[in-house]
């Protein structure tokens, strides 16, 4: 067939031309899809025998990156046919449910940023509920999130992943060059006799600096001297001590503070006594005005994040208190100044709080001291130890054998000085290196396993029903000396009630944060904590700044405390309960009598709504501890604090007088419950025992009064929740909200109960009212949910 004949051919049949192109692409393409599996096909009839290799080099194995690549393409295409028929359903709605749920976070974090408050607050209430973001999500929402809303979600207790991560995490700057940068940065608040002193004792003039890192990676070895490290600490004890003025605050602030203070956190990432003092500085710069920018571009949001979720209380204690001086959204907002520290709640609430509760504690005492739960082995009170006066080691010449129970109770031979005394006496703490007060665990009961479903059933019932049945009486543990033959009464509790917890694990570093919220959860608990000493060689201030003299007097002391509690919003409208032990009792008499010589309303409430006062071994006519500086004046030389508790001290006496005037007439609404020391304290080093408080210091002729067999340092430390002492306190922070709750004219007698009719009007208009408001929020949610 000649070449003209196929082509007229072709043209008769133009289809075939069509096909015969399709067919030979298909099998081209075919050819090239298979190859690797002809090339196998053909290598079986080509000759393998390899050259002889050249043994002067090296052997590698070589991988050809096509053929890598389409073996995984294989697998992932097999893959896929497997569940070809599911994904075809499932694919689709599961794409479009993923992008709806993210497009849901997205949409809820814009309603957070621009929002009405109401808005916002519901907002940043969902988005804390996603648990079904990706890391990536969470990274990027980040990114676009302002500070506003991240110090919400902070307080919300939100996951750590919605914050930033800390600048440089894995860098730490070299102490050198950031006691340099330190050292200019305190010397721009010069003229300033704090900074001056300071400057003069422990910042000598630097050398200039050459040839130095500026940052570390963690790959590095990084060894800090001993000097550095010391040095360091007190620059941050300092901070502490300076920041408490807003102004100072403020500068340190506006020449980049909070970034030297992060670079200190990665330094002291394992000294939780230190991060605490860091954490006081990070507390006091809170309090100035627009610092919240400040703290969210240094990155200190999520640092204060991850804090509030650390397990050692005091971390948990002053970073919610700094979070709660940032977060301006709180329908409950308000500032704590320094020495007042947030109990419960320490995360925000939509409930207004119904009573404020407020510890103070004693010489040498402290918020996670004073309020530990007692440990069941006997305590003694020792001497030994020295104070420390910017830092929170305030050991001093009274320190208690009492152990402290760190990390589970476990101690470790190497142990350190640290911790706060309590009482007329400190507390002699042996803690292990870097000691962590960790929040107290719930033992939970062991699981049964039983098979027979009825056996398990009445096993488990048996359980939880009460080891005693009503007939019986248990008197509590801790009863008073002086309670009733029988002990009934307030002195014992029903059968039916009682749970034995002799045998129980668990213990707590401060109870009132960690008992009262179960009992009382809408009641706001605080604590306060303030500086003292015993002897002159702790308590000479000035020899730590000049600005401290005299500040250890009880006047000076009650005055400085009294405008930082009115400052907290304490007692706006609802009961206040003090709770005071020892020095602290002496110093809640005074606050109250100068608020009622305040011309101030927000300083009058604070008299004006006490509802109860606990005494706890408060010696109101003085103690005889003090007449130590008349046998003893050589040797321990006492603080101002100890000379003013001296028996019988006129300051003291009139002050007493007073109050107990005040008593039976402005505060004659008062419940008053006093509590004195029934053993004394045992002295280790002098082996003799020591009545701190006599009883008939302790003892006023006003409320209830009980005599308990414990020993001063005991009085603030119950056993557990079922003891005399927690009980009756409870007792009184009930008929202080109870009273609250049931209102009474100044007769004394109930309000009358409205009119029906005027109740039945009341309740149409509320209905009318909730109904007019739903049908004018459809539209606009019904547009929400559109866009």
Same mark, same amino acid.
């Given at each position: 067939?000649?070449?003209?004949?196929?082509?007229?051919?072709?043209?008769?049949?133009?289809?075939?031309?069509?096909?015969?192109?399709?067919?030979?692409?298909?099998?081209?393409?075919?050819?090239?899809?298979?190859?690797?599996?002809?090339?196998?096909?053909?290598?079986?009839?080509?000759?393998?025998?390899?050259?002889?290799?050249?043994?002067?080099?090296?052997?590698?194995?070589?991988?050809?990156?096509?053929?890598?690549?389409?073996?995984?393409?294989?697998?992932?295409?097999?893959?896929?046919?497997?569940?070809?028929?599911?994904?075809?359903?499932?694919?689709?709605?599961?794409?479009?449910?993923?992008?709806?749920?993210?497009?849901?976070?997205?949409?809820?974090?814009?309603?957070?940023?621009?929002?009405?408050?109401?808005?916002?607050?519901?907002?940043?209430?969902?988005?804390?509920?996603?648990?079904?973001?990706?890391?990536?999500?969470?990274?990027?929402?980040?990114?676009?999130?302002?500070?506003?809303?991240?110090?919400?979600?902070?307080?919300?207790?939100?996951?750590?992943?919605?914050?930033?991560?800390?600048?440089?995490?894995?860098?730490?700057?070299?102490?050198?060059?950031?006691?340099?940068?330190?050292?200019?940065?305190?010397?721009?608040?010069?003229?300033?006799?704090?900074?001056?002193?300071?400057?003069?004792?422990?910042?000598?003039?630097?050398?200039?600096?050459?040839?130095?890192?500026?940052?570390?990676?963690?790959?590095?070895?990084?060894?800090?001297?001993?000097?550095?490290?010391?040095?360091?600490?007190?620059?941050?004890?300092?901070?502490?001590?300076?920041?408490?003025? /807003?102004?100072?605050?403020?500068?340190?602030?506006?020449?980049?503070?909070?970034?030297?203070?992060?670079?200190?956190?990665?330094?002291?990432?394992?000294?939780?006594?230190?991060?605490?003092?860091?954490?006081?500085?990070?507390?006091?710069?809170?309090?100035?005005?627009?610092?919240?920018?400040?703290?969210?571009?240094?990155?200190?949001?999520?640092?204060?994040?991850?804090?509030?979720?650390?397990?050692?209380?005091?971390?948990?204690?002053?970073?919610?208190?700094?979070?709660?001086?940032?977060?301006?959204?709180?329908?409950?907002?308000?500032?704590?100044?320094?020495?007042?520290?947030?109990?419960?709640?320490?995360?925000?609430?939509?409930?207004?709080?119904?009573?404020?509760?407020?510890?103070?504690?004693?010489?040498?005492?402290?918020?996670?001291?004073?309020?530990?739960?007692?440990?069941?082995?006997?305590?003694?009170?020792?001497?030994?130890?020295?104070?420390?006066?910017?830092?929170?080691?305030?050991?001093?010449?009274?320190?208690?054998?009492?152990?402290?129970?760190?990390?589970?109770?476990?101690?470790?031979?190497?142990?350190?000085?640290?911790?706060?005394?309590?009482?007329?006496?400190?507390?002699?703490?042996?803690?292990?290196?870097?000691?962590?007060?960790?929040?107290?665990?719930?033992?939970?009961?062991?699981?049964?396993?039983?098979?027979?479903?009825?056996?398990?059933?009445?096993?488990?019932?048996?359980?939880?029903?009460?080891?005693?049945?009503?007939?019986?009486?248990?008197?509590? /543990?801790?009863?008073?000396?002086?309670?009733?033959?029988?002990?009934?009464?307030?002195?014992?509790?029903?059968?039916?009630?009682?749970?034995?917890?002799?045998?129980?694990?668990?213990?707590?570093?401060?109870?009132?944060?960690?008992?009262?919220?179960?009992?009382?959860?809408?009641?706001?608990?605080?604590?306060?904590?303030?500086?003292?000493?015993?002897?002159?060689?702790?308590?000479?201030?000035?020899?730590?700044? /000049?600005?401290?003299?005299?500040?250890?007097?009880?006047?000076?002391?009650?005055?400085?405390?009294?405008?930082?509690?009115?400052?907290?919003?304490?007692?706006?409208?609802?009961?206040?309960?003090?709770?005071?032990?020892?020095?602290?009792?002496?110093?809640?008499?005074?606050?109250?009598?100068?608020?009622?010589?305040?011309?101030?309303?927000?300083?009058?409430?604070?008299?004006?709504?006490?509802?109860?006062?606990?005494?706890?071994?408060?010696?109101?006519?003085?103690?005889?501890?003090?007449?130590?500086?008349?046998?003893?004046?050589?040797?321990?030389?006492?603080?101002?604090?100890?000379?003013?508790?001296?028996?019988?001290?006129?300051?003291?006496?009139?002050?007493?007088?007073?109050?107990?005037?005040?008593?039976?007439?402005?505060?004659?609404?008062?419940?008053?419950?006093?509590?004195?020391?029934?053993?004394?304290?045992?002295?280790?080093?002098?082996?003799? /025992?020591?009545?701190?408080?006599?009883?008939?210091?302790?003892?006023?002729?006003?409320?209830?009064?009980?005599?308990?067999?414990?020993?001063?340092?005991?009085?603030?430390?119950?056993?557990?929740?079922?003891?005399?002492?927690?009980?009756?306190?409870?007792?009184?922070?009930?008929?202080?909200?109870?009273?609250?709750?049931?209102?009474?004219?100044?007769?004394?007698?109930?309000?009358?109960?409205?009119?029906?009719?005027?109740?039945?009007?009341?309740?149409?208009?509320?209905?009318?009212?909730?109904?007019?408001?739903?049908?004018?929020?459809?539209?606009?949610?019904?547009?929400?949910?559109?866009?």
């Amino acid at each position: 067939m000649s070449l003209e004949d196929l082509k007229t051919k072709l043209r008769r049949h133009p289809k075939l031309v069509g096909l015969g192109g399709v067919g030979l692409i298909t099998a081209a393409g075919f050819l090239l899809y298979e190859s690797p599996q002809v090339h196998r096909f053909l290598s079986q009839y080509v000759d393998k025998k390899s050259p002889e290799p050249d043994k002067r080099r090296a052997e590698y194995i070589y991988i050809k990156y096509h053929i890598y690549r389409e073996s995984m393409r294989k697998l992932k295409q097999k893959e896929e046919d497997e569940k070809k028929w599911i994904s075809v359903i499932i694919n689709p709605i599961g794409k479009w449910w993923k992008a709806a749920k993210h497009s849901v976070a997205w949409r809820l974090l814009n309603i957070a940023q621009t929002g009405s408050q109401p808005e916002r607050l519901k907002a940043v209430q969902q988005l804390i509920c996603m648990d079904h973001l990706k890391d990536w999500d969470f990274r990027h929402l980040a990114q676009i999130c302002d500070a506003r809303t991240a110090v919400s979600l902070a307080r919300c207790n939100a996951d750590t992943r919605w914050f930033m991560p800390v600048p440089r995490r894995g860098c730490i700057k070299n102490p050198k060059m950031l006691l340099s940068e330190l050292h200019v940065m305190l010397a721009r608040l010069r003229p300033m006799a704090c900074v001056d002193h300071f400057f003069s004792k422990y910042f000598p003039d630097q050398d200039p600096i050459e040839d130095i890192h500026e940052y570390l990676t963690q790959e590095q070895t990084i060894v800090l001297s001993t000097a550095d490290t010391d040095l360091l600490k007190e620059i941050i004890s300092f901070l502490h001590h300076i920041t408490k003025d /807003p102004e100072v605050s403020a500068r340190l602030m506006r020449d980049g503070g909070l970034v030297h203070l992060m670079e200190l956190r990665k330094i002291f990432n394992d000294d939780n006594e230190t991060l605490s003092t860091l954490c006081k500085v990070l507390a006091n710069m809170s309090l100035v005005p627009d610092a919240v920018e400040h703290f969210f571009t240094s990155g200190w949001v999520g640092a204060l994040a991850e804090w509030q979720q650390c397990p050692d209380l005091r971390l948990q204690v002053i970073s919610a208190k700094t979070m709660a001086n940032l977060d301006y959204d709180d329908p409950n907002q308000c500032t704590y100044p320094p020495n007042v520290y947030p109990l419960h709640p320490r995360v925000r609430t939509r409930r207004k709080p119904k009573a404020d509760i407020v510890f103070v504690h004693g010489l040498l005492g402290g918020v996670f001291i004073t309020w530990r739960q007692r440990d069941r082995k006997p305590t003694e009170l020792g001497l030994y130890g020295k104070n420390a006066f910017y830092t929170s080691e305030t050991d001093d010449v009274f320190l208690v054998g009492e152990q402290k129970r760190l990390n589970g109770g476990k101690q470790k031979p190497e142990a350190v000085k640290n911790g706060n005394g309590n009482g007329n006496g400190s507390q002699k703490t042996e803690t292990i290196k870097d000691p962590v007060l960790k929040a107290s665990k719930k033992v939970e009961e062991q699981r049964l396993n039983i098979s027979d479903a009825a056996t398990k059933e009445f096993v488990e019932t048996l359980r939880n029903e009460a080891e005693l049945d009503s007939d019986w009486e248990v008197v509590h /543990p801790d009863v008073p000396i002086n309670a009733n033959e029988e002990c009934v009464g307030k002195f014992s509790v029903c059968g039916s009630e009682w749970r034995n917890q002799d045998t129980s694990e668990e213990y707590t570093n401060c109870w009132p944060m960690e008992w009262l919220p179960d009992d009382y959860p809408d009641s706001r608990i605080l604590g306060i904590d303030y500086t003292s000493a015993v002897t002159e060689w702790s308590a000479n201030f000035t020899k730590y700044c /000049p600005c401290e003299k005299g500040q250890g007097h009880i006047d000076v002391r009650a005055s400085t405390l009294l405008d930082r509690i009115s400052a907290s919003d304490v007692g706006n409208d609802r009961p206040i309960v003090w709770i005071g032990h020892s020095m602290g009792g002496l110093l809640t008499k005074l606050i109250l009598l100068k608020s009622l010589d305040s011309q101030e309303p927000k300083v009058q409430q604070l008299a004006k709504n006490t509802k109860g006062i606990v005494f706890l071994g408060t010696p109101h006519r003085g103690s005889p501890i003090a007449k130590w500086k008349q046998h003893m004046q050589m040797i321990l030389s006492p603080s101002i604090e100890v000379k003013e508790m001296e028996e019988n001290s006129p300051k003291l006496l009139e002050m007493h007088r007073r109050f107990m005037g005040c008593l039976h007439t402005l505060l004659r609404h008062v419940k008053v419950v006093s509590v004195a020391e029934g053993s004394p304290t045992m002295l280790t080093s002098f082996k003799f /025992p020591l009545r701190i408080v006599t009883e008939e210091s302790s003892k006023i002729d006003f409320g209830d009064f009980y005599l308990l067999k414990d020993d001063h340092l005991s009085l603030s430390k119950p056993i557990y929740r079922q003891s005399f002492l927690y009980q009756r306190l409870l007792h009184v922070i009930r008929e202080a909200v109870k009273e609250r709750s049931d209102p009474k004219d100044q007769d004394g007698q109930s309000q009358s109960t409205p009119n029906e009719d005027v109740m039945l009007v009341n309740i149409v208009a509320a209905l009318l009212k909730g109904a007019k408001g739903l049908f004018e929020s459809l539209p606009r949610v019904a547009l929400r949910f559109s866009t």
